[in-house]
T-cell receptor, first 111, second 111 residues
Framework: RKEVEQDPGPFNVPEGATVAFNCTYS??????FFWYRQDCRKEPKLLMS???SGNEDGRFTAQLNRASQYISLLIRDSKLSDSATYLC????????????FGTGTRLQVTL | GAGVSQSPSNKVTEKGKDVELRCDPI?????LYWYRQSLGQGLEFLIY????????KSGLPSDRFSAERTGGSVSTLTIQRTQQEDSAVYLC?????????FGPGTRLTVL
């Protein structure tokens, strides 16, 4: 089983739609969780951290379910500019800095 | 510059040649990572340096791959006797806490 698993997509949604991605992780000792965004042929960049209580940043909401070992990202009112690959990232070894990346979920927002 | 820089941005080489890829992390970042990403694929962890600790080399695909980090700053990834399957984008990232900042990558093409 992979340490971090994501549905590769692609998710094709119209502008204005709400879309949700899930990610599961295998190590119950994982401490930190993030969503990164990667545009085509660009490097990944941090989108948001995921906190136990859930957190929201504008149109983006991240949730963590420790019992089921999954993380979610909800994007409301999708924009064309949201088209990218979303990477789920987990501190898989309980060590502060070593992160494990999922293979990403591709989102395509269309007119 | 405030970000992670990598050089060269593109490298074309012939099968069997050695290549060196360079990464300049953000000043003060104690952790440095190398990943590679093949076209349309996820990030593949290669190696991780944390301060003065022994590097985590668990992701290096073969003994043709090696990396050094001198003085806790600049890192060089060396690939000996390159093969066509080594063609990918090689990404470097640095961090001081959990957020990783990525460089723009080196696109390696082995002919």
């Amino acid at each position: 089983r992979k340490e971090v698993e994501q549905d590769p997509g692609p998710f094709n949604v119209p502008e204005g739609a709400t879309v949700a991605f899930n990610c599961t992780y295998s190590n119950s000792a994982s401490q930190s969780f993030f969503w990164y965004r990667q545009d085509c042929r660009k490097e990944p960049k941090l989108l948001m951290s995921v906190y136990s209580s859930g957190n929201e940043d504008g149109r983006f909401t991240a949730q963590l379910n420790r019992a089921s070992q999954y993380i979610s990202l909800l994007i409301r009112d999708s924009k064309l500019s949201d088209s990218a690959t979303y990477l789920c990232v987990v501190n898989a070894n309980g060590t502060a800095s070593k992160l494990t990346f999922g293979t990403g979920t591709r989102l395509q927002v269309t007119l | 510059g405030a970000g992670v820089s990598q050089s060269p941005s593109n490298k074309v080489t012939e099968k069997g040649k050695d290549v060196e890829l360079r990464c300049d992390p953000i000043s003060g970042h104690t952790a440095l990572y190398w990943y590679r990403q093949s076209l349309g694929q996820g990030l593949e962890f290669l190696i991780y340096f944390q301060g003065n600790s022994a590097p985590d080399k668990s992701g290096l695909p073969s003994d043709r791959f090696s990396a050094e980090r001198t003085g806790g700053s600049v890192s060089t990834l060396t690939i000996q006797r390159t093969q066509q399957e080594d063609s990918a984008v090689y990404l470097c990232a640095s961090s001081v806490y959990n957020e990783q900042f990525f460089g723009p990558g080196t696109r390696l093409t082995v002919l």
